[in-house]
């Protein structure tokens, strides 16, 4: 009886052991909600452009529910209609939902009718879906002069760390750019359309939440850093 008792034991103590190293092991995916009080962590925003693509987008969607973690998307007009269901997905699982613009259009070369048809018709597209209409702006190619300034009716939102994932179709060359430039604060460009893209960003999630790094959409991540956002004005990451 007293060596059953002792293996019993032992097998007991070996159980829990192995299951405190797993849960220790796991990486860090808490996220503070959105108008929560500020916390002690490093964060950055992941955000992704020329989306939504429905076989890519919904890949990425799914690696970013399995780990807890925001991102901001910011979608092409013309690429919305068909992938409704996979926008309001990204509201519904706490994404950030941003214009760049019905055909990815240089917008500093256009007069205010055209910058109308390709940012408010986005707008107009987005507010059918979501039913509201306060989407933060990025103007594709990082595009911004006073006139664009002037008309986007909208904080305007560029990046910190630009990994070129569109140039070299590498994942483990952008995990390695990413990893190697990000800071608490910054603001990190991909495009959710390439697969390699959703590889790598998965990637450098897992990364960073070992390091203790916590993901937020862009509002949240200037309000962290006590930042107001402001219509208009040009925001390119959020170091201290």
């Known amino acids: 009886m007293g060596r059953f008792w002792l293996r ?13 190293l797993f849960a220790f092991s796991r990486p860090q995916a808490a996220v503070p ?5 500020l916390i002690e962590a490093p964060l950055v925003a992941l955000t992704f452009d020329d989306g939504p ?35 309001k997905r990204m509201e519904e699982e706490g994404h950030q939902i941003g214009i760049h613009s019905y055909e ?34 990025r103007p594709p190619y990082g595009g911004v002069d006073a006139a664009v300034e002037k008309r986007a009716n909208t904080p305007i939102v560029l990046w910190s760390v630009d990994p070129e994932d569109w140039k070299e179709l590498d994942a483990d060359r952008v995990t390695q750019r990413i990893l190697e430039n990000v800071e608490d604060g910054d603001v990190i460009l991909l495009h959710d359309i390439y697969p390699t893209s959703v590889e790598a960003a998965l990637r450098v999630v897992d990364t960073l939440h070992e390091k203790g790094f916590l993901f937020v959409t862009v509002s949240e991540l200037a309000r962290q850093k006590g930042i107001e956002l402001e219509n208009g004005k040009v925001y390119r990451g959020f170091r201290g």
Not at 8 to 20: I, T, Y
Not at 73 to 87: A, H, S, V, W
């Open 53 to 87: 693509r429905r076989s890519t987008t919904a890949d990425l969607l799914d690696g970013l529910q399995e780990r807890g973690v925001p991102a901001t998307f910011f979608l092409i007009g013309e690429q919305i209609e068909g992938t409704e269901d996979l926008i």
């Open 104 to 137: 990815h259009r240089w917008l500093t070369a256009l007069s205010a009718a055209d910058f109308a048809r390709q940012v408010d018709r986005e707008r107009q597209l987005l507010y059918e879906i979501l039913g509201r209409e306060d989407f933060l702006l």
């Open 33 to 37: 909600a959105e108008g929560e009080a």
């Open 8 to 20: 019993k034991r032992g097998f007991w103590a070996l159980f829990l052991l192995f299951c405190g």
